[in-house]
């Protein structure tokens, strides 16, 4: 760690070194300097790699060179030190959709040595006072429409002292908003001479107990990123325009949104509106975009309208597609290689990994298999005490790399490393050749539409309904979501069981935490499996049609 990273309340709470996970930098491309900034890299070298003229991010009305992207960086950071008075190390909350302030913003914070902390825009306040309370951010960007839940957050977690908006819609009292603080700000802002291992940000995950996780990722972390699956698989180049539905609070849409396209020297555009399936579809050629990223369920939404606009305005100029988030079906897979020509690149990844791991390119897809490995890293399929189990057996999948889970203060670290290992809790059989085929989560994580949901925390919310008196909730295999959740629930005596009260059950989830989360499917029942110890058997709710 450098002199520069003031605030040590990260670095004091990573995992004891016997519990960290083991990295490896064993190509070329993985040996970094020790002091590294990745914003520095990405941003400000940009110009001596040819691509400061280039467009860098877009949106219906802006477009940014990565030129005018660093001087707005610059303007923020600024901000940040000058004005908020931030130290190397503090974390920073940002709130917002996908939009270009959004972007600068997190590359702002960063630069200035400061540690990132988004957070998805459904949180309600419970959910983002969790996050605070774990993260103990001193200020927050936030955009003008998503103000209201944290700022309840804020009344309940002071600790979190500042909230400047941004995005606000014309005629707002703009007075203290970013972009007017920006403006009063001039001159360029030297990257902090952070380490390597310094620490660039913690991007939350919800667990099977539902209690938010923070996965540390630091500043060679995201570079040793960009130098496995962006360059050996996804390979992008400055003529790409990329867009897509995953949030930039997600590693996922942080590494694919944001990170790997600066790599590349290529672009980003973000709408105005609101992603549906037929909105994307047009957007597709209306922007230009070559690269695509979101989850299976939204590939199949978007096929039929993808397949009209092909026959009115021939196919479009994308040439990658990217699916990562969940299970890929096959059935997704050829229902979009019927409607665009393109063969959906797939891949796994983990946000305690960053990103995608496992993945090959389209023109080495295996049907049934994500991929292989990405080059960089080392994979194997074992057996519960760690020992490699033959080909074409299934067992869980153990990763080793140059990236690496590291929970913030987290006893579950034990659980995800072993011996050095990385066990992100999925199973998975390996052939001959080496690809790896995918059969299921190893716990009880929910992954609806592109979504990380813990049962857990769908059961408490429905426990806080004055009706249930126990509940358990599962994921149920579904077509269109890759899982949909499902809610077993025994009511107190006295109130109905009918549609009404499942309705209501529903509507008080979606107001309670993000409404993603709320279970498609509620069925009463007298009671619920449990051991002679009293813990609950979910497998046994698995098995219901």
Same mark, same amino acid.
């Given at each position: 760690?450098? +002199?520069?990273?003031l605030d040590?309340?990260v670095h004091a709470?990573?995992?004891?070194?016997a519990q960290?996970?083991e990295?490896r930098?064993?190509?070329?491309?993985?040996?970094f300097?020790?002091q590294?900034?990745w @914003?520095?890299?990405?941003?400000?070298?940009?110009p001596?790699?040819?691509?400061?003229?280039?467009?860098?991010?877009r949106s219906?009305s802006?477009?940014l060179?990565?030129?005018?992207?660093?001087?707005q960086?610059?303007r &923020?950071?600024?901000?940040l030190v000058?004005d908020?008075g931030?130290l190397p190390?503090?974390? @920073?909350?940002l709130?917002?959709?996908?939009?270009?302030?959004? $972007?600068?913003g997190?590359?702002?914070v960063?630069?200035a040595?400061?540690?990132?902390?988004a957070t998805m825009?459904?949180?309600?306040?419970k959910?983002?006072?969790d996050i605070?309370d774990r993260?103990?951010?001193v200020?927050?960007?936030?955009?003008a429409?998503?103000?209201?839940?944290l700022t309840?957050a804020?009344?309940?977690h002071p600790?979190l002292?500042t909230i400047?908006?941004f995005?606000a819609p014309?005629g707002?009292? $703009?007075a203290?908003?970013?972009e007017?603080?920006?403006a009063r700000?001039?001159g360029?802002?030297?990257?902090?001479?952070?380490?390597?291992?310094?620490?660039?940000?913690l991007?939350f995950? +919800?667990?099977?107990?539902?209690?938010p996780k923070?996965a540390v990722h630091?500043?060679r972390?995201?570079?040793?990123?960009c130098e496995?699956?962006?360059?050996h698989?996804?390979?992008a180049?400055p003529d790409d325009?990329?867009?897509g539905?995953p949030?930039?609070?997600f590693?996922f849409?942080?590494g694919?949104?944001?990170?790997f396209?600066?790599?590349a020297?290529?672009?980003v555009?973000f709408?105005s509106?609101?992603?549906?399936?037929?909105?994307?579809?047009r957007?597709m050629?209306d922007?230009?975009?070559t690269i695509?990223?979101?989850?299976?369920?939204f590939?199949r939404?978007?096929a039929?309208?993808?397949?009209?606009l092909?026959e009115?305005r021939?196919r479009?100029?994308?040439?990658?597609?990217? +699916?990562?988030?969940?299970a890929?079906?096959?059935a997704?897979?050829?229902?979009w290689r019927?409607a665009?020509?393109?063969?959906?690149l797939d891949? &796994?990844?983990?946000t305690?990994?960053?990103?995608?791991f496992v993945?090959?390119p389209p023109d080495q897809?295996?049907y049934?298999?994500?991929?292989?490995v990405v080059p960089?890293?080392?994979?194997?399929v074992?057996d519960?005490?760690?020992?490699e189990?033959?080909?074409?057996?299934v067992?869980?999948?153990?990763?080793?790399?140059?990236t690496?889970?590291?929970y913030?203060?987290d006893?579950?670290?034990?659980t995800y490393?072993?011996d050095g290992?990385?066990?992100p809790?999925?199973?998975?059989?390996?052939?001959?050749d080496?690809?790896?085929?995918?059969?299921a989560?190893?716990?009880?994580?929910i992954i609806? +539409?592109?979504y990380?949901?813990?049962?857990p925390?769908?059961?408490d919310?429905l426990?806080q309904?004055?009706?249930?008196a126990?509940?358990?909730? @599962?994921?149920?295999?579904?077509?269109q979501r890759g899982m949909r959740?499902?809610?077993?629930?025994v009511l107190k005596?006295?109130?109905? &069981?009918d @549609?009404?009260m499942?309705?209501q059950?529903q509507?008080?989830?979606?107001?309670? &935490?993000?409404p993603y989360?709320y279970?498609r499917?509620?069925?009463f029942?007298?009671?619920?499996?449990r051991?002679?110890t009293?813990?609950?058997?979910r497998?046994?709710?698995?098995?219901t049609?």
């Open positions: 760690m450098t +002199s520069a990273q040590r309340f709470r990573l995992p004891a070194q960290m996970p990295l930098f064993d190509r070329p491309e993985l040996h300097p020790e590294l900034n @914003v520095e890299e990405l941003l400000d070298k940009a001596a790699k040819g691509y400061g003229a280039l467009p860098m991010l219906d802006l477009t060179t990565y030129i005018q992207a660093r001087e960086v610059d &923020i950071a600024h901000v000058q908020l931030l190390g503090n974390r @920073v909350l709130r917002g959709g996908n939009s270009v302030m959004m $972007a600068l997190m590359l702002a960063m630069k040595g400061l540690v990132a902390v825009p459904l949180l309600r306040a959910e983002l006072g605070i993260a103990q951010p200020a927050a960007l936030c955009d429409s998503l103000l209201q839940e309840l804020q009344a309940q600790v002292a400047v908006g995005n014309d707002a009292n $703009a203290d908003t970013l007017a603080r920006c700000m001039v360029s802002f030297p990257a902090c001479p952070t380490a390597g291992t310094d620490i660039a940000l991007a995950t +919800s667990g099977t107990t539902g209690k923070a630091t500043h972390d995201v570079l040793a990123a496995t699956w962006p360059r698989v996804l390979r180049t325009v990329v867009m539905s949030p930039l609070a590693t849409g942080l694919g949104m944001l990170v396209p600066m790599w020297g290529a672009s555009y709408p509106i609101a992603y549906t399936p037929e909105a994307m579809a957007l050629f922007a230009g975009a695509c990223y979101t989850a299976p369920t590939y939404q978007m039929p309208h993808l397949q009209t092909v009115q021939g479009p100029p994308l040439r990658i597609c990217v +699916s990562a988030g969940e890929l079906p096959d997704t897979r050829q229902m019927e665009s020509g393109i063969e959906i891949g &796994i990844g983990a305690e990994m960053f990103h995608i993945s090959s897809v295996r049934g298999a994500i991929g292989k960089g890293y080392t994979a194997k074992v519960d005490d760690g020992v189990v033959p080909l074409g057996t067992g869980k999948l153990a990763v080793i790399g140059p690496g889970c590291k913030l203060d006893g579950r670290q034990t490393v072993r290992w990385n066990y809790g999925d199973a998975f059989l390996q052939d001959a080496g690809y790896l085929f995918y059969q989560r190893t716990d009880d994580m609806t +539409s592109g990380n949901v813990g049962a925390e769908v059961e919310a426990l309904h004055e009706a249930v126990e509940c358990a909730v @599962v994921g149920l295999p579904d077509a959740i499902k809610a077993f629930c005596p006295g109130f109905p &069981i @549609v009404a499942a309705k059950l509507d008080h989830v979606k107001a309670t &935490i993000a989360k279970p499917e509620v069925e029942v007298a009671t619920l499996p051991t002679e009293g813990k609950l058997q497998f046994k709710l698995k098995v049609p």
